[in-house]
């Protein structure tokens, strides 16, 4: 009987490449298919499908808004209860000249896609068929409507599949091909006090290279905001570039909100990359465009946000995220206070080595994940629940190692016990191991210094990152270079075991934060697998250190696999899932959640705003909930002053949060901005540190 109920799963899986597509439908011009990105679906999970067109060489359809003429394709779904399915991902289109005219579309071969989601009760082996009619307009020097009924069976999968590899390359093209949230703050002004003929969108993109620009062009979303066929002027100044644009049908009427896809040509080392962002300039007197606003990162020039970086770097190391590793630190340079001088300036050296090396490595992740389209900032890597699990094994096994459970030898230099080579491996890892744990925190004056790094060359924004690692090194590189420092230091005795000991539980408490944080990107199902894993290490590490020959410690190479499985389980669980949890407020103030819309309702409505961006992994943030944002004094002066108390919740990726980061030249949270409920007056951002006295300080001034 049990096999009888498993052959339908068994058959499930054996032809799932061929049952996650269907056969395409050929119209007179063009050829429509449903497609999906991997060959099946897990319950709860969201994946991309995707109308597959190929049209007649030199034949065309159309984007959202379609240009001088056309219509934009049209997509209307049929899908199980319980099942959902969003709105066209649109790719950036192309200009398509017919004189007179210009349109907006697509040639050849392309997807559209669509973010399809699972209900989580969906039951794994069962074959679900998704329906779609398509309609669009195929074009030369004639159009035909055309259209198209089409169907695609999808397995359930109990865990997501594997990347169907027929539709790869495509789904690899759309994604590179979607805009991404501009890291950018625009505006937009009228030649004739927001009624004239033309009008200028200026975005703020400060380090922009102008030489390597082949072109700039905004494809507006409103089809009646612009003149699709007129030339769009560029100027580019090393702060901004802005574009002169003729006004379409609305010419004449009030200068309103401008949204649309601003795309960059660049020409680098040969090649031509083409990357496009979404856009919404609001509406600016012609007088403002002439001057940078506030919080805009052109505000800071190469040279202030090297220096910011270097000062953010060195109070990063009074933040609570590094405090255990810089106490070990302190024992490594105890027991080398009376060193020959070289030993400790190696040590230190090396140290500072391998800062630099992680922020390298760490900067060059992010950037290059950047320009591939993602939308991520600083503490991208703990919106991932496969890292926070990792980081939380490795501050349980630094635990266990301090509090003697097993000995490696890491001598106070965390990883000099690597195949124990000496202090200066060591002491690289120590560094390493310092970047690692300081990425939840942010200190003071790095906020800007990264914003102006995501948004800058790769160069000058690698160099931001390394500044901010020497800042963080630097105490201990100047500590190693004169080392006679050292020898004020307390006398190595037993006092450091003692010492050493006690650091193990800051450890086991920073593992226990990341596995609540870990409930709050993958559920409670989630910290079961994480305390699990960190109970296989302790046992392997306790067996590893008993046994003698590979024999006696197969059980503890056993034990690290299971742990390596449990790290694989936690997977990120849909918004939807932990919206009612995160909705729960977690102080005296009355929060709602982050909507960018709300400010100017609220503004228009006479109220002031508070805006609130923080993230569960972010120890900056929950410091400052506790010292300052969830007292009844702050909570009554807020409703006092009928504040509208926002908060956005960054702790898994949110594009919307990541693109009002960017508006105000940051590329992580906190971010705290006050808003006074005149909408002519400027926001005020509050700084990354608070105290109860500087909010009731901003809230009094409103």
Same mark, same amino acid.
């Given at each position: 009987?049990?096999?009888?109920?498993?052959?339908?799963?068994?058959?499930?899986?054996?032809?799932?490449?061929?049952?996650?597509?269907?056969?395409?439908?050929?119209?007179?011009?063009?050829?429509?298919?449903?497609?999906?990105?991997?060959?099946?679906?897990?319950?709860?999970?969201?994946?991309?499908?995707?109308?597959? +067109?190929?049209?007649?060489?030199?034949?065309?359809?159309?984007?959202?808004?379609?240009?001088?003429?056309?219509?934009?394709?049209?997509?209307?779904?049929?899908?199980?209860?319980?099942?959902?399915?969003?709105?066209?991902?649109?790719?950036?289109?192309?200009?398509?000249?017919?004189?007179?005219?210009?349109?907006?579309?697509?040639?050849?071969?392309?997807?559209?896609?669509?973010?399809?989601?699972?209900?989580?009760?969906?039951?794994?082996?069962?074959?679900?068929? +998704?329906?779609?009619?398509?309609?669009?307009?195929?074009?030369?020097?004639?159009?035909?409507?055309?259209?198209?009924?089409?169907?695609?069976?999808?397995?359930?999968?109990?865990?997501?599949?594997?990347?169907?590899?027929?539709?790869?390359?495509?789904?690899?093209?759309?994604?590179?091909?979607?805009?991404?949230?501009?890291?950018?703050?625009?505006?937009?002004?009228?030649?004739?006090?927001?009624?004239?003929?033309?009008?200028?969108?200026?975005?703020?993109?400060?380090?922009?290279?102008?030489?390597?620009?082949?072109?700039?062009?905004?494809?507006?979303?409103?089809?009646?905001?612009?003149?699709?066929?007129?030339?769009?002027?560029?100027?580019?100044?090393?702060?901004?570039?802005?574009?002169?644009?003729?006004?379409?049908?609305?010419?004449?009427?009030?200068?309103?909100?401008?949204?649309?896809?601003?795309?960059?040509?660049?020409?680098?080392?040969?090649?031509?990359?083409?990357?496009?962002?979404?856009?919404?300039?609001?509406?600016?007197?012609?007088?403002?465009?002439?001057?940078?606003?506030?919080?805009?990162?052109?505000?800071?020039?190469?040279?202030?946000?090297?220096?910011?970086?270097? +000062?953010?770097?060195?109070?990063?190391?009074?933040?609570?995220?590094?405090?255990?590793?810089?106490?070990?630190?302190?024992?490594?340079?105890?027991?080398?206070?009376?060193?020959?001088?070289?030993?400790?300036?190696?040590?230190?050296?090396?140290?500072?080595?391998?800062?630099?090396?992680?922020?390298?490595?760490?900067?060059?992740? +992010?950037?290059?994940?950047?320009?591939?389209?993602?939308?991520?900032?600083?503490?991208?890597?703990?919106?991932?629940?496969?890292?926070?699990?990792?980081?939380?094994?490795?501050?349980?096994?630094?635990?266990?190692?301090?509090?003697?459970?097993?000995?490696?030898?890491?001598?106070?230099?965390?990883?000099?016990?690597?195949?124990?080579?000496?202090?200066?491996?060591?002491?690289?890892?120590?560094?390493?191991?310092?970047?690692?744990?300081?990425? %939840?925190?942010?200190?003071?004056?790095?906020?800007?210094?990264?914003?102006?790094?995501?948004?800058?060359? %790769?160069?000058?924004?690698?160099?931001?990152?390394?500044?901010?690692?020497?800042?963080?090194?630097?105490?201990?590189?100047?500590?190693?270079?004169?080392?006679?420092?050292?020898?004020?230091?307390?006398?190595?005795?037993?006092?450091?075991?003692?010492?050493?000991?006690?650091?193990?539980?800051?450890?086991?408490?920073?593992?226990?934060?990341?596995?609540?944080?870990?409930?709050?990107?993958?559920?409670?199902?989630?910290?079961?697998?994480?305390?699990?894993?960190?109970?296989?290490?302790?046992?392997?590490?306790?067996?590893?250190?008993?046994?003698?020959?590979?024999?006696?410690?197969?059980?503890?190479?056993?034990?690290?696999?299971?742990?390596?499985?449990?790290?694989?389980? %936690?997977?990120?669980?849909?918004?939807?899932?932990?919206?009612?949890?995160?909705?729960?407020?977690?102080?005296?103030?009355?929060?709602?959640?982050?909507?960018?819309?709300?400010?100017?309702?609220?503004?228009?409505?006479?109220?002031?705003?508070?805006?609130?961006?923080?993230?569960?992994?972010?120890?900056?943030?929950?410091?400052?909930?506790?010292?300052?944002?969830?007292?009844?004094?702050?909570?009554?002066?807020?409703?006092?002053?009928?504040?509208?108390?926002?908060?956005?919740?960054?702790?898994?990726?949110?594009?919307?949060?990541?693109?009002?980061?960017?508006?105000?030249?940051?590329?992580?949270?906190?971010?705290?901005?006050?808003?006074?409920?005149?909408?002519?007056?400027?926001?005020?951002?509050?700084?990354?540190?608070?105290?109860?006295?500087?909010?009731?300080?901003?809230?009094?001034?409103?």
């Amino acid at each position: 009987m049990r096999k009888l109920r498993l052959l339908p799963l068994l058959l499930a899986l054996m032809l799932t490449p061929w049952l996650a597509s269907a056969q395409p439908v050929k119209t007179e011009y063009s050829e429509a298919e449903l497609v999906a990105e991997r060959a099946g679906i897990a319950p709860g999970e969201t994946l991309w499908l995707a109308l597959r +067109l190929k049209h007649r060489e030199h034949w065309h359809s159309y984007w959202r808004n379609p240009g001088d003429s056309g219509l934009a394709t049209e997509i209307a779904w049929e899908v199980p209860q319980g099942w959902q399915a969003g709105e066209i991902l649109w790719p950036a289109p192309q200009r398509i000249p017919i004189p007179p005219l210009v349109n907006y579309g697509y040639e050849g071969e392309f997807l559209l896609p669509v973010a399809v989601t699972a209900p989580r009760d969906a039951r794994p082996g069962e074959m679900v068929t +998704l329906k779609a009619a398509a309609t669009w307009l195929t074009c030369e020097k004639i159009c035909v409507p055309e259209e198209a009924e089409l169907s695609l069976a999808l397995p359930v999968n109990a865990t997501p599949a594997a990347p169907d590899a027929r539709w790869a390359g495509l789904f690899t093209a759309a994604r590179q091909a979607q805009p991404t949230m501009s890291p950018w703050a625009a505006s937009v002004s009228s030649d004739k006090s927001g009624g004239g003929d033309r009008i200028s969108l200026r975005v703020e993109a400060p380090g922009l290279d102008a030489a390597r620009l082949q072109e700039v062009y905004f494809f507006a979303a409103d089809g009646n905001a612009v003149q699709h066929a007129a030339a769009q002027g560029l100027r580019v100044d090393g702060k901004s570039l802005t574009l002169d644009i003729e006004r379409g049908i609305d010419k004449g009427k009030p200068l309103a909100p401008l949204d649309g896809v601003l795309v960059l040509t660049e020409k680098l080392d040969g090649t031509t990359a083409r990357q496009a962002f979404t856009v919404a300039a609001k509406p600016v007197a012609a007088s403002a465009l002439s001057q940078t606003p506030a919080v805009s990162t052109s505000s800071v020039t190469a040279i202030e946000a090297l220096l910011m970086a270097m +000062l953010g770097g060195l109070l990063l190391n009074i933040m609570p995220c590094v405090f255990p590793i810089l106490f070990m630190k302190a024992l490594a340079f105890a027991r080398l206070g009376r060193a020959e001088r070289g030993a400790v300036r190696r040590e230190g050296l090396a140290y500072t080595a391998g800062v630099l090396a992680t922020f390298a490595l760490l900067a060059g992740s +992010l950037l290059a994940l950047r320009a591939g389209g993602a939308v991520i900032g600083w503490g991208f890597q703990l919106q991932s629940p496969l890292v926070v699990l990792g980081l939380a094994y490795l501050m349980a096994l630094i635990g266990f190692n301090l509090a003697g459970l097993f000995e490696i030898r890491f001598g106070g230099n965390l990883g000099s016990g690597l195949a124990e080579r000496g202090g200066s491996l060591g002491a690289f890892f120590t560094g390493a191991l310092a970047v690692v744990v300081a990425t %939840p925190c942010t200190a003071p004056f790095m906020g800007a210094a990264l914003g102006y790094a995501v948004a800058a060359p %790769p160069a000058q924004a690698m160099l931001v990152f390394l500044g901010l690692g020497l800042g963080m090194a630097l105490p201990f590189l100047l500590f190693s270079l004169a080392p006679g420092l050292a020898r004020h230091l307390p006398r190595p005795g037993n006092w450091m075991t003692v010492f050493r000991q006690a650091l193990a539980f800051p450890m086991f408490a920073t593992a226990a934060w990341l596995l609540w944080v870990l409930t709050q990107q993958a559920g409670a199902d989630a910290m079961l697998a994480g305390l699990l894993g960190m109970l296989l290490l302790g046992f392997a590490a306790w067996a590893w250190g008993k046994g003698e020959g590979l024999l006696a410690r197969l059980p503890a190479a056993a034990a690290v696999a299971g742990a390596l499985a449990l790290l694989l389980l %936690p997977q990120e669980q849909p918004a939807a899932a932990t919206e009612a949890k995160l909705a729960v407020p977690s102080s005296a103030i009355a929060w709602s959640r982050f909507d960018a819309a709300a400010i100017d309702t609220a503004r228009r409505e006479g109220r002031p705003v508070l805006v609130n961006l923080t993230a569960a992994w972010c120890v900056t943030c929950i410091v400052n909930e506790g010292a300052a944002l969830s007292s009844s004094t702050i909570a009554a002066k807020l409703a006092e002053r009928r504040v509208l108390a926002l908060k956005g919740d960054w702790t898994r990726r949110d594009p919307a949060i990541t693109q009002y980061l960017g508006q105000y030249g940051r590329s992580g949270v906190p971010l705290y901005v006050l808003y006074p409920a005149d909408p002519a007056a400027s926001p005020e951002v509050l700084p990354q540190l608070l105290t109860e006295g500087i909010v009731l300080d901003a809230l009094n001034r409103l």
